[in-house]
């Protein structure tokens, strides 16, 4: 398995604009989770799924963060308008529940920079 | 409410001694798994072992243990005979099982930094 893939692995954007990441999760997964991490934060969850339907939100910062999983081999994390605050590595996580011992895997992160 | 606790910024070690990863936690929950997870200068995070609440014994994987106090609520990350690669960022992670989320809380990490 190619375990979970994210894009891209860097994005630099300005001030204002949109900015969509992307996962894959490991097929047969059927959780997902979006993460953040922060030297100030440390990491934090946004939002997860469970079998794609969004089931807490609450990390989520701000409207301007929105999260979707339209099928079970993808999710985007979009934020519009983008801020130099929002400058941090997302990561995307699945796991298979049924399994305590089972871990969260996590894809390479994406390093986004808001100038 | 559930929290982790890491409370050593940084660590060193001389190569091929071992070293304890301090960590603690609170939950009034009675299910609940312990992760650790690596994360190396190229940023990844990877996955190196784990305990369950309901365990007998320690989790042993390769080099790394866990020791896990129930009482006094830690599960210490042991490191055997380290090696220049063990050098990374070092996070502690719960899951309240109960609930059945799946989502994991972290601590704020340990740097450890291995000397040759």
């Known amino acids: 398995d190619a375990g979970v893939i994210q894009s891209p692995r860097h994005e630099v954007t300005e001030m204002g604009q949109e900015v969509t990441l992307r996962c894959k999760p490991i097929s047969g997964h059927d959780y997902l989770f979006w993460y953040r991490q922060t030297m100030m934060r440390g990491l934090e969850l946004l939002i997860y799924?469970?079998?794609?339907?969004?089931?807490?939100d609450s990390g989520m910062p701000e409207d301007r963060f929105s999260a979707k999983m339209p099928n079970a081999s993808f999710s985007t994390l979009k934020i519009q308008p983008s801020e130099p605050r929002d400058s941090a590595v997302y990561f995307c996580?699945?796991?298979?529940?049924?399994?305590?011992?089972?871990?969260?895997?996590f894809g390479n992160g994406t390093r986004l920079t808001v100038t | 409410a559930q929290k982790i606790t890491q409370t050593q910024p940084g660590m060193f070690v001389q190569e091929k001694e071992a070293v304890t990863l301090d960590c603690t936690y609170d939950?009034?929950?009675?299910?609940?798994?312990l992760f650790w997870y690596k994360q190396p200068s190229s940023g990844e995070m990877i996955f190196l072992i784990y305990q369950g609440s309901y365990d007998q014994q320690n989790a042993t994987e390769g080099r790394y243990s866990l020791n896990f106090q129930k009482a006094r609520k830690s599960a210490n990350l042991v490191i055997s005979a380290s090696q220049l690669g063990d050098s990374a960022m070092y996070f502690c992670?719960?899951?309240?099982?109960?609930?059945?989320?799946?989502?994991?809380?972290f601590g704020q990490g340990t740097t450890l930094q291995v000397k040759p």
């Open positions: 939950t009034s929950d009675p299910s609940y798994g």
């Open positions: 799924f469970n079998n794609n339907v969004p089931i807490d």
């Open positions: 992670a719960m899951r309240d099982d109960s609930s059945n989320t799946g989502k994991l809380i």
């Open positions: 996580a699945s796991s298979l529940m049924g399994d305590y011992s089972s871990p969260l895997h």
